[in-house]
């Protein structure tokens, strides 16, 4: 029995669905099931379809099929291959992400708009790396298609990966190595990619409109570009009761619903959904012990600047001002 392979013919992120691949079958039959390598990506056949939307078992030579399971999107033109074992699959597709990365290594130090801008404003030459994530093949080329209209004498544009689908642990990384801006057009990064992102001090922009997106590279470019500063949400915490603490005063006794809060960050102290103060995290237990942050799921003693009349239910959201 002959193992499939072909080409994916368009790619996107379907709601419901997640990342669904139609794909033209060029040897071998393509089976629900099949372990498949599409590039750097790779899944388990989990269903086909015909053009029509129809059930289908498999998919022989010439015959188009639309397949999902896939974890990530795909690109238009790449090929795809069924390998015998989900074990091959997976050190085939570690191994061209590696590949990639390796291909792309640059300066390790990290651009970012302000930067580029300040450095374009002292007359230095550089290029701008650029990794696009949108939600379809449409909105990435129409994206891709203005940044390359982008022409400036000291600043080139380069796209040094595209895809759809969310940003994720990946493209991060990619980034990292290549000293590249992360574009994310109508798409989020996944927890991961946000975790990378910090570790490695990439800046993730995300916009919905593409004259924003030009506009910002365009004045950045030109050293015109001045920076925002944006709150970062971090985390929400409830308050379960308030624990006095000699000589620290009262301390709110709260669990952790979502995020993470950190000591050192900013809060905002809600009371029937209503803010009721703002002030820095001054410090967070954990039992006795001193903590730097606490994550989802977790109880902890949250002390806040300048404020101690905690009640039950009272709700803490944390944030870090960044620049944008």
């Not at 374009?120 to 990794?131: F, I, Q, R, S, T």
């Not at 400036?152 to 980034?175: H, M, R």
């Not at 009721?276 to 730097?292: M, T, Y």
Request: with cysteine; hydrophobic share 40%.
């Amino acid at each position: 029995m002959r193992l499939a392979a072909g080409t994916v013919i368009d790619a996107h992120l379907e709601k419901g669905r997640g990342p669904v691949a139609t794909v033209l079958v060029q040897s071998g039959t393509l089976r629900i099931g099949d372990n498949l390598v599409v590039g750097h990506i790779f899944g388990k056949v989990r269903a086909l379809l015909d053009d029509r939307g129809r059930k289908m078992k498999e998919a022989g030579p010439a015959t188009p099929a639309v397949v999902t399971g896939l974890p990530d999107v795909p690109t238009a033109g790449d090929v795809f291959q069924v390998v015998s074992s989900e074990k091959v699959a997976r050190t085939i597709a570690s191994q061209r992400a590696e590949q990639y990365r390796v291909a792309t290594l640059a300066q390790t130090r990290r651009v970012t708009l302000a930067d580029l801008s300040a450095q374009v404003g002292k007359g230095a030459v550089k290029d701008l790396n650029l990794v696009l994530k949108a939600d379809s093949n449409g909105s990435v080329e129409a994206l891709k298609g203005s940044l390359l209209k982008i022409q400036d004498p000291q600043v080139q544009i380069k796209v040094v990966f595209e895809g759809v689908g969310p940003v994720t642990e990946s493209d991060i990384l990619l980034a990292a190595v290549s000293n590249a801006l992360v574009i994310a057009f109508n798409v989020k990064p996944d927890q991961q990619a946000q975790k990378a992102a910090e570790r490695e001090k990439v800046d993730i922009r995300n916009y919905d409109v593409v004259y924003n997106v030009t506009n910002d590279i365009e004045r950045a470019i030109k050293g015109l570009y001045e920076p925002t500063f944006v709150q970062v949400w971090e985390g929400r915490a409830e308050v379960l009761t308030p624990i006095k603490i000699p000589k620290l005063g009262v301390i709110a006794g709260s669990r952790v619903q979502d995020g993470k809060i950190t000591s050192g960050s900013t809060a905002k102290l809600l009371r029937d959904n209503k803010p009721i103060h703002e002030g820095q995290i001054a410090g967070l237990k954990r039992f006795k012990d001193d903590v730097k942050e606490v994550v989802a799921g977790l109880e902890c003693g949250i002390r806040i600047d300048g404020y101690q009349d905690f009640l039950q239910g009272d709700v803490i959201e944390s944030y870090q001002v960044k620049q944008a």
